[in-house]
């Protein structure tokens, strides 16, 4: 870990700018699609944590190559390594979302009728990997956990953040309602 990082907000905007170049399958970086999910949720008036969580919420796959140490188990999911890391400087309202949002486009795949043609080839292969939709059952059971309207908006907007060349906020941009989110006593002593 750099010295020159200060707070587990640098730690997470130096992973993103230096590390999310990655082109993804449709054709954008992870940084590019983090920043236009986390535009999408601005834009859409939510709240600083789902706006922060909205940016976060493929941090796991990044963890998952670049900080081995800290992802753990590489064979679990993006969004559970994403949401176990970022738990360890933010609270339930930026992790559940993160967490949630595979099982959220599992949720809307199988409960609304049209979803699955609004997603792009990458989404449709993944879905694969991820499971598949969920039951009217277990549609009932995710819609009855906390932040599960979150994590489908989260989902909408990461669906629609898929835009190569779209124009967004720079990264920086968003760090005030990384901050705003930090539970009290969050420090880079917590990366490691």
């Not at 709240?47 to 081995?68: I, K």
């Not at 629609?160 to 880079?188: M, N, V, W, Y």
Request: proline share 7%.
């Amino acid at each position: 870990m750099p010295d020159e990082l200060a707070s587990p907000v640098d730690f997470l905007l130096s992973l993103l700018a230096d590390k999310g170049d990655v082109a993804t399958k449709d054709g954008i970086t992870r940084l590019e699609h983090g920043l236009q999910c986390a535009a999408n949720a601005e834009q859409s008036g939510a709240a600083a944590a789902l706006v922060a969580a909205s940016l976060l919420h493929d941090v796991g796959t990044l963890l998952r190559t670049e900080c081995p140490d800290m992802s753990g188990d590489p064979t679990r999911g993006h969004e559970v390594i994403g949401a176990e890391v970022l738990g360890r400087w933010f609270g339930p309202e930026v992790t559940e979302p993160v967490a949630l949002h595979v099982m959220a486009k599992r949720y809307l795949v199988g409960q609304e009728a049209g979803y699955a043609a609004t997603l792009g080839p990458a989404s449709v292969a993944s879905l694969e990997n991820q499971g598949l939709p969920l039951t009217a059952t277990e549609g009932d059971e995710f819609l009855a956990r906390p932040f599960a309207q979150d994590a489908l908006a989260l989902r909408r907007w990461d669906e629609a953040a898929k835009s190569p060349g779209a124009s967004t906020p720079r990264l920086d941009h968003f760090r005030p309602a990384l901050e705003a989110c930090l539970r009290p006593q969050s420090s880079i002593d917590s990366i490691s």
